[in-house]
């Protein structure tokens, strides 16, 4: 069972000006004459860390890393009450990644992305399949209308009822018909007493259901009030536009990446995720790889999910 490589620091980062007011924070580390590959991070808002760099051989790849608007180390950040999301889309962020791509002189690359990050690298593999090498997906999600409805409006609730009740909480009563919508009113209200308790309860709903078993330290993590408020702002501003997608937009045009390399991992009881939706994909795309782990759930760092993506950037590694 593969674990992760050792820790690394990078060797180069910075602040990338991306246009619209956006600066984008931006890493490199490993070997600066390996492989090139960027990590897609989750949310939208989830921001990059420390541990993500260790999904690769240090010895073979220059991994990049970089926070998505608004979010991590990135400016100006969403948590801030004047923030203006209006310029957040994903197809800002694909420009954003070519952006860096050409900043960092990188002809083509490997693109790994997880969950919303999975969303991504199919929207920017899907725009520039000539500028991918291999792509690794995990716990796949696509903005669809019945992804959202299964958890951000009531069907993961059969699975974590109690749970779901802290969700609820912010919500008045009257509203409860939308959640998305109601929330959408909650984290952009100029008022502390408002937004905060509204993004700590998103952001607490989502981590306490992305790991098979209860993780009381990802949860901890995610409900710090500076990045409960960025995440659940920029997550909503996603979800409420469907993420500029078209109807089923990502899967349709899987078809344009049938000559890229690449295994499509998915948690069997991911209740974030659902494996539907890595199913759905799998039949678009049979020519990737597809890896149905059985006893895991969304979380990347899970045992057999971290086993199956390192297996994959070794054997592309080479």
């Not at 520039?128 to 903005?143: A, K, N, Q, S």
């Not at 710090?224 to 997550?235: L, N, Q, S």
Request: charged share 25%; proline share 8%; hydrophobic share 40%.
């Amino acid at each position: 069972m593969r674990s992760f490589y050792p820790e690394i620091d990078p060797y180069a980062s910075g602040l990338l000006d991306v246009g619209d007011g956006q600066q984008i924070y931006w890493e490199t580390s490993g070997n600066p004459d390996g492989k090139p590959v960027v990590f897609l991070h989750g949310g939208p808002g989830g921001g990059t860390n420390p541990q993500q760099r260790r999904l690769f051989d240090p010895e073979k790849y220059r991994i990049v890393l970089f926070d998505q608007r608004q979010c991590g180390q990135s400016l100006p950040h969403a948590s801030d009450p004047e923030a203006d999301l209006s310029t957040n889309t994903t197809w800002n962020l694909v420009s954003d990644i070519e952006k860096l791509r050409e900043h960092l002189e990188v002809e083509k690359w490997m693109v790994l992305g997880g969950s919303w990050g999975s969303s991504l690298a199919l929207a920017y593999a899907e725009t520039h399949p000539d500028r991918v090498t291999e792509l690794v997906l995990r716990g796949i999600f696509t903005l669809r209308p019945i992804e959202l409805e299964w958890f951000y409006e009531g069907g993961a609730a059969a699975l974590f009822p109690d749970l779901w009740e802290g969700f609820l909480e912010p919500v008045p009563p009257l509203e409860r018909g939308h959640l998305i919508k109601a929330y959408t009113r909650l984290l952009n209200s100029p008022d502390p007493e408002v937004h905060g308790p509204a993004a700590v309860a998103w952001s607490r709903w989502e981590s306490s259901t992305i790991t098979l078993l209860p993780r009381p330290e990802v949860v901890e993590a995610f409900t710090e009030e500076k990045y409960a408020v960025a995440f659940a702002r920029i997550e909503n501003h996603y979800f409420t536009h469907l993420g500029w997608f078209e109807d089923e937009q990502l899967i349709r045009d899987a078809p344009k990446l049938r000559d890229i390399p690449a295994v499509i991992v998915q948690g069997r009881y991911d209740a974030c995720t659902p494996p539907m939706t890595a199913w759905d994909l799998h039949r678009a795309w049979p020519e990737a790889e597809f890896k149905m782990i059985p006893d895991a759930g969304h979380a990347f760092d899970e045992p057999g999910i971290l086993d199956a993506v390192i297996e994959a950037t070794d054997r592309f590694a080479e």
